[in-house]
Structure formats: structure tokens, C-alpha cells
């Protein structure tokens, strides 16, 4: 296991996709700034294993599994993935569910779990789409479902896109709650739904973002009191971002990573935190909302160890 390091990570995260809107180099950019800043010593982070076919299988259809081992996705299927097919972006994307799968572990056993990647929420059973080939966070919770460490668990996908692959492949599980809140006039532009989808207007700001959270997140928690909560952090609900078109701001973002972090502790849930998107115009805001993220993570994480607490 991780001998208690908090933060899942590998360099093998970054995959050349050409010149792309998708930044595979921000995971190598946020390690970066929290080792030079001080926040994490390199013995801090752990590397994952990939995950292992019968992991994936748990979320994925066997046929699609092949065509991804084979390289024979249709042209109609790597569109939808919009990501350049190659071996290396297959082998990144088993060891990011690996991440994820170790992240949930992390979280189980002692509250936080934190992945420093992850979060592709819009795979679904038999293909990927919208960057993503599978979806880590559905194997992550199955995988704890099946291993009978949880009964039940909340996704909390704060990503700017509505999780559409994590909603279809929980459809009518009673033991998966997912929760979406996205700009409702962006892609996906066919949602299945969730258990709870907030659809917000463009230029949505801050107060109105976070007065949702606020009213339906506890709520949401009390009333389904999972073992487990995934949180997707998404960083592209940023005012700044080059594909989306909500409104927050930076110190927004960061008030709303304080919101979920402070509902875990009170509620007492494990919580395992993946990244998900970002395309700022300035890449440096998409890593400083990223680092944000896993700094305002860390500063409670630190206090459910001094408490005695685990979450």
C-alpha cells in the first residue's frame, strides 16, 4: 500500500497528444509547484500500479478493452474519444484508474485520499469520449463496492461538463449517488441524468455556485450517508477557460474545494479527490486552481490527523 503518503501521482501521467487544448503536462506542473513551494517532499508521493484487466472489466465492456489493447478503434470511435490514439495514451489511462483505485484505498483507511490526477468522467461501458478512455472513478468505486470495504458511495463532480459516463453506468445502482453541477449549455450536449444534475447558466459567478453547493451537497450527504465520497475537482468552471463558459473565479474555485473538504470532515466520510479538467487560457491558472485544490486538501487532512479523526 502507500505506507500513508498522501498524494497519488506518476510522470507517466503526461502523454505527447500534439498540440492539444487537454494539458497532459499540468500534472508534472502541480507537482512541481507544491514540491518547490514546500507543501510535499518527493518521498510524499506514491506511484500507482496500473489497474488490472479484471478492474476495468468491473465498469467496461471486454470488446472495448480490445479494440484500446489492439489499436483497431473505429474512426467513429476515436472521434468521440477526441484524444490521438496510441499505445502510451492506453498505458497512461490503466495507470490512472490505478491511481484512483489507490486513491479510494488511501481515503478508506484513513480519510484522505488524493490523486493527483484522474477524473474522466465522461467514459462510458463500451467507449470513450470528451479526453477520456476510462473512467477511473466508477472502477474506483466498484472496485470498493466489491471488495466490501463500502455499501455505498456519492460522486460530488464538480467539473464544469456534467458526468454523463459516471451517470450511465450508476443508472438505477441504489448504492452510487451522483451528484453533477456543470454549465448546462456545454458538452455533453445529451446528459443522462444523474441522481442530482445542477444544469447552471453561462457566466454563472461565484455566489450563486456556491449557495448551490451549500443547499444540496449537505442535504445530499445526510440524507444518503455514504461510506465513500469522490469528489471530481475540476478546475475549468474558471472564468478563464478556454472551453467552458462559467464564471468563477480563482479564490471561488478555492472556497468551493474548503466547502466539500469541510462537509467530509463533519460528516465523518472518507473522501478521495480526483482532478478532472482545465483549459484555462494561461495554463498557469489551471495549475494554480489544481494546486489549490491539493493544498486546501492537505491543511485538513493535517487536522483529521491532529484531532485523532478519521474522516
Do not use: W
Not at 477520456?132 to 472513478?137: A, L
Not at 471530481?232 to 477557460?241: E, H, I, K
Amino acid at each position: 500500500m502507500s505506507e500513508g503518503k498522501p498524494v497519488v501521482y506518476s510522470d507517466a501521467y503526461y502523454v505527447d497528444i500534439g498540440d492539444h487544448v487537454f494539458p497532459t503536462v499540468k500534472y508534472k506542473l502541480v507537482r512541481a509547484d507544491l514540491i518547490r513551494n514546500g507543501d510535499l517532499s518527493e518521498d510524499d508521493f506514491v506511484a500507482p500500479r496500473p489497474a488490472r484487466d479484471e478492474e476495468i472489466l468491473l465498469v467496461h465492456e471486454r470488446s472495448y478493452l480490445d479494440k484500446l489493447k489492439k489499436g483497431s478503434l473505429t474512426p467513429e470511435e476515436v472521434a468521440a474519444l477526441e484524444l490521438p490514439y496510441s499505445k502510451e495514451l492506453v498505458r497512461a489511462s490503466y495507470l490512472c484508474v490505478g491511481g484512483t483505485i489507490l486513491a479510494c484505498d488511501i481515503a478508506l483507511e484513513s480519510g484522505v485520499g488524493i490523486h493527483l490526477g484522474g477524473g474522466f468522467h465522461h467514459a462510458f461501458t463500451d467507449h470513450g469520449e470528451g479526453f477520456c478512455v476510462f473512467n477511473d472513478v466508477a472502477v474506483g468505486i466498484k472496485r470498493s463496492l466489491e471488495d466490501g470495504k463500502i455499501d455505498k458511495a456519492l460522486v460530488i463532480d464538480c467539473d464544469l461538463h456534467q458526468g454523463n459516463g459516471t451517470a450511465a453506468i450508476f443508472k438505477g445502482d441504489e448504492r452510487v449517488f451522483t451528484f453533477s453541477i456543470h454549465q448546462q449549455n456545454n458538452y455533453p450536449f445529451f446528459k443522462p441524468p444523474s441522481d442530482l444534475d445542477i444544469g447552471l447558466p453561462d457566466r454563472t459567478q461565484d455566489k450563486q455556485y456556491l449557495d448551490a453547493l451549500d443547499k444540496n451537497i449537505p442535504k445530499t450527504i445526510s440524507a444518503f450517508r455514504p461510506g465513500l465520497i469522490i469528489y471530481v475537482a475540476g478546475a475549468d468552471p474558471y472564468t478563464g477557460d478556454k472551453i467552458g463558459n462559467l464564471g468563477l473565479t480563482i479564490e471561488g474555485l478555492k472556497k468551493r474545494d474548503e466547502i466539500i473538504f469541510t462537509l467530509a470532515k463533519n460528516y465523518s466520510i472518507p473522501i478521495a479527490v480526483v482532478l478532472a479538467g482545465g483549459y484555462a487560457e494561461r495554463q498557469e491558472d489551471t495549475v494554480k486552481i489544481h494546486y489549490n485544490t491539493i493544498t486546501t486538501v492537505l491543511k485538513f487532512a493535517k487536522e483529521y490527523s491532529k484531532n485523532g479523526q478519521r474522516v
